[in-house]
């Protein structure tokens, strides 16, 4: 677990909670993150663990310079460019933790402390999703998060970790984690339908 | 706190003022108008200027170049590459509430390759001012806003200078744009205030000495551009005013106001002039600063023309300023009319470059907190005593500054 320096470093923490955290980015580098995917911070000397966390949303900010400039219709490329790649316009990527590494043991609660200001954030690498995900505890995390479109989010997640294994072991692992959905789910069976749809190997 | 109920009833005898002064003077401008397009023989109008000099009339409006003033000049082709280097700045006054007394420049400067796909440059240059040499006057009086004010434009032009020198190897044509007016002159309140003036038509010179070189290296051209939005000014107006005087008229009496046409501006003129794009004769503004500038040099007389940036729904007018050493060359007119407004449709109505140079340069509030707060470790780190005055306190408390007021997720 400890090939995270070769992952795509996607982003900068701006402000954390030990629920979750958003890291900001400039905008001609979210090439890397997507939806669902799940990420691990890395920290400065001081901690002694890394949290784990699903990307939730992205965001751009409203600026009203681009306002302008759509307004006038009449982009020329470099100052695309310029806008992309010069200006302090960050990307805001905002992350659920879903557990944490310390001492190259995962846990699968939140972290007993947020990720500090400015701490690397980066993608797992496949060996750490698969690892991560052999327990489903996460599950029930994002299930009880509001404010997060929870059905999209836990189908991506699962689909993400699902592509992370070899291709003969991701249909047992979407059948595995639809019984554990329906477990938690029996009491909401629409739901549970959305979201075994969504989750429906090919 | 702003009582809107008592406000209210002002802004709405307001309105009422305003529409009435402008049902007034609408009338008095068709009547101008139609006398300006009959303004077409240049030989008059200089001849009623001289007449004005001769008589020490003060006549403080536009002269003509060498243009027909009733006409309007199209668009020229756009060149297909160009360099232009735009400059802005912006400054913290000296505060006496902070806990050191300080004045900062920030000058910023954007470099736009047009015609090109090449990431833009983008180059700041923050100075600190912290000694008495600079805080302080001869008398030993905190200098004031103004004198800052002076010191950045000055610092404006010299950067802008110095980064088109160092771009005068690159075969395009160059145009280094200033935000804001040319000429540059300062009152008594300023601090060397002469040293100052000389400073800035030094830089001038700077670009005009890259000129030269491009003309001798490359056989290119580099201009100079002042650019004013939204002018107010009332030179052609005042023009209009003297040519409808008669000869014996032409007095310093008659030419202190615009008379009947007093408070109508140009622009209104300009946009029954100019379509998009078009731009008016090329003028030389009379005054006092612009003879001292043409007494320096017949090439920093400073030369202007207006362009209407706007679109057929939507004019917009701009004061397009440069030194006579761009004006007399028709070429060089053209580029600039060309590239200004070339930005001015990637920006909506204003010159991207300047946009973005400005960006660069403002001083936000978080920022200038962030600088005092640097200031004073550094002076708790070098032992001395931080104090703030009462007044900043109390402000801080009332305007319920919050610093570290955020959550997770917003």
């Known amino acids: 677990?400890?090939?995270?320096?070769?992952?795509?470093?996607?982003?900068?923490?701006?402000?954390?909670?030990?629920?979750?955290?958003?890291?900001?980015?400039?905008?001609?580098?979210i090439i890397h993150p997507s939806f669902g995917a799940f990420v691990r911070t890395r920290h400065g000397q001081s901690a002694d663990f890394d949290v784990i966390g699903v990307i939730y949303a992205i965001s751009i900010d409203d600026d009203p310079l681009v306002r302008q400039l759509i307004m006038a219709n009449n982009l020329p490329h470099a100052a695309a460019r310029d806008q992309r790649e010069n200006r302090m316009v960050p990307v805001e990527i905002s992350v659920l933790n879903v557990g944490f590494i310390q001492d190259n043991v995962i846990y699968h609660n939140l972290?007993?402390?947020?990720?500090?200001?400015?701490?690397?954030?980066?993608?797992?690498?496949?060996?750490?999703?698969?690892?991560?995900?052999?327990?489903?505890?996460?599950?029930?995390?994002?299930?009880?998060?509001?404010?997060?479109?929870?059905?999209?989010?836990?189908?991506?997640?699962?689909?993400?970790?699902?592509?992370?294994?070899p291709r003969n072991e991701r249909y047992a692992f979407l059948v595995d984690a639809g019984r554990r959905l329906a477990g938690m789910l029996s009491h909401d069976l629409p739901r549970l339908q959305h979201l075994l749809q969504l989750i429906r190997p090919a | 706190m702003l009582e809107f109920e008592?406000?209210?009833?002002?802004?709405?005898?307001?309105?009422?003022?305003?529409?009435?002064?402008?049902?007034?003077?609408?009338?008095?401008?068709?009547?101008?108008?139609?006398?300006?397009?009959?303004?077409?023989?240049l030989d008059a109008i200089h001849a009623r200027i001289q007449l004005?000099?001769?008589?020490?009339?003060?006549?403080?409006?536009?002269?003509?170049?060498?243009?027909?003033?009733?006409?309007?000049?199209?668009?020229?082709?756009?060149?297909a590459r160009a360099t232009i280097i735009a400059a802005d700045g912006s400054q913290i006054y000296p505060n006496t509430h902070v806990a050191a007394l300080y004045y900062l420049t920030n000058v910023g400067i954007f470099v736009y390759h047009h015609g090109s796909d090449a990431l833009p440059e983008q180059v700041t240059e923050p100075r600190l001012f912290y000694t008495d040499q600079y805080l302080r006057d001869k008398q030993g009086q905190l200098i004031n806003n103004t004198a800052v004010?002076?010191?950045?434009?000055?610092?404006?032009?010299?950067?802008?200078?110095?980064?088109?020198?160092?771009?005068?190897?690159?075969?395009?044509?160059?145009?280094?744009?200033?935000?804001?007016?040319?000429?540059?002159?300062?009152?008594?309140?300023?601090?060397?205030?002469r040293q100052l003036e000389n400073e800035y038509l030094g830089a001038m010179v700077h670009l005009h000495d890259t000129h030269a070189a491009m003309q001798r290296d490359l056989a290119?051209?580099?201009?100079?551009?002042?650019?004013?939005?939204?002018?107010?000014?009332?030179?052609?107006?005042?023009?209009?005013?003297?040519?409808?005087?008669?000869?014996?008229?032409?007095?310093?009496?008659?030419?202190?106001?615009?008379?009947?046409?007093?408070?109508?501006?140009?622009r209104p003129f300009m946009f029954k002039l100019l379509q998009p794009g078009e731009r008016s004769a090329l003028f030389v503004q009379q005054s006092?600063?612009?003879?001292?500038?043409?007494?320096?040099?017949?090439?920093?007389?400073?030369?202007?023309?207006?362009?209407?940036v706007g679109s057929a729904q939507d004019y917009h007018l701009a004061r397009v300023e440069m030194p006579m050493w761009v004006a007399r060359q028709p070429e060089m007119i053209d580029v600039a009319h060309a590239l200004v407004y070339d930005q001015c449709q990637v920006m909506w109505r204003y010159p991207y470059a300047l946009t973005r140079a400005d960006e660069l340069a403002v001083v936000r509030a978080h920022e200038r907190t962030q600088l005092n707060e640097l200031i004073e470790i550094e002076l708790r780190r070098n032992e001395q005593r931080v104090e703030h005055s009462e007044k900043l306190e109390s402000k801080a408390v009332r305007h319920g500054r919050k610093r570290y007021a955020h959550r997770f997720g917003r």
């Open chain 2, 6 to 41: 008592k406000v209210v009833p002002q802004v709405e005898r307001m309105g009422r003022a305003l529409a009435a002064q402008n049902v007034t003077l609408n009338e008095r401008m068709d009547d101008a108008w139609e006398f300006f397009k009959s303004l077409s023989d």
């Open chain 2, 52 to 79: 004005a000099r001769q008589r020490d009339a003060g006549f403080r409006g536009a002269a003509p170049l060498n243009e027909p003033i009733n006409r309007a000049y199209p668009l020229p082709a756009t060149p």
């Open chain 1, 1 to 29: 677990m400890n090939e995270t320096a070769q992952q795509p470093v996607i982003g900068s923490v701006l402000r954390a909670s030990t629920v979750g955290f958003v890291c900001g980015t400039r905008s001609q580098e």
């Open chain 2, 288 to 308: 006092p600063q612009n003879k001292r500038y043409h007494d320096k040099g017949a090439s920093y007389e400073i030369v202007f023309f207006y362009l209407n």
């Open chain 2, 220 to 266: 290119q051209m580099a201009s100079l551009i002042g650019y004013v939005d939204r002018p107010t000014s009332a030179f052609v107006v005042s023009l209009i005013h003297l040519m409808r005087l008669e000869d014996d008229e032409v007095r310093r009496s008659m030419l202190d106001t615009n008379l009947e046409l007093e408070g109508v501006i140009d």
């Open chain 1, 111 to 165: 972290p007993p402390r947020p990720p500090l200001s400015l701490d690397q954030v980066c993608l797992c690498d496949q060996h750490t999703v698969v690892h991560f995900t052999r327990q489903l505890d996460f599950l029930r995390l994002i299930l009880n998060t509001g404010d997060v479109p929870t059905e999209q989010l836990l189908a991506a997640a699962l689909l993400q970790a699902a592509s992370a294994r």
């Open chain 2, 149 to 193: 004010n002076a010191r950045r434009t000055v610092a404006e032009l010299q950067m802008l200078a110095r980064e088109s020198w160092e771009r005068r190897h690159i075969d395009y044509p160059l145009l280094a744009l200033s935000d804001g007016p040319l000429l540059f002159w300062v009152g008594k309140d300023v601090p060397d205030g």
